[in-house]
């Protein structure tokens, strides 16, 4: 996995990948976010709790997203594989040191003095989603985490995964292209009941 990810990054280079094509590409995209994704990234913003979006792809085209989509709050952090761009032309020099693959998807790739994690070290819940069943592994490393809630979006092969999510994750949501139930979860969590 490893070889493939550092492969991936040599091939990158070249391509004469230049930064404004990647806002570009996002901007002219049809990419879609969950329903009412927006809603939840402005609830969380609102009563000020982190976002945590933890990626194995990159981290330029998830923060050109968030931000196409008006969500890019001062809250939200991304952990991901960003490229490195030349201030001159723009033109992609490599990757910042730091890879995300599937395999080390959490914050123990960080390290222990990672200082997003030390702000949070008065939080003592949180709320994992996933789409896969190695993505409950992300809260590994999450220093003072007593209760964390995982919730999982089986999308596809259901019948064949359907067992394996039912195992790893807490709340299964089968076939749910939208963040209502998140949601719905947040505001009785935060009192905000409509």
Sequence with gaps: MVDWYK?????????A?????????????????????????KM????QIPVLVFSAGIGNVIEELLRKYDILYP???IISNFMEFSEKDGT????KDLMVHPLNKNETVLGDENKY???LSHRDNAILLGDHTSDV???????????????GFLNDKISERLNRFMEVFDIVLIDDQSMDF???LLRVILSEHK
Excluded at 92 to 95: I, N, T
Aim: include cysteine.
């Design 7 to 15: 492969q991936a990054r040599v091939n990158m280079m070249t391509c």
């Design 137 to 151: 592994q992300m809260s590994r490393g999450m220093p003072h985490t007593d209760s964390i809630l995982k919730i």
């Design 92 to 95: 992609l020099l490599g990757y």
């Design 75 to 77: 809250n939200v952090e």
């Design 117 to 119: 994690f030390m702000d």
């Design 182 to 184: 998140v949601n719905q």
């Design 44 to 47: 969380l913003h609102r009563n």
């Design 17 to 41: 990948l230049k930064e404004d094509m990647i806002k570009k590409s996002i901007a002219l995209s049809t990419i879609q976010l969950r329903d009412n994704v927006q809603d939840m990234f």
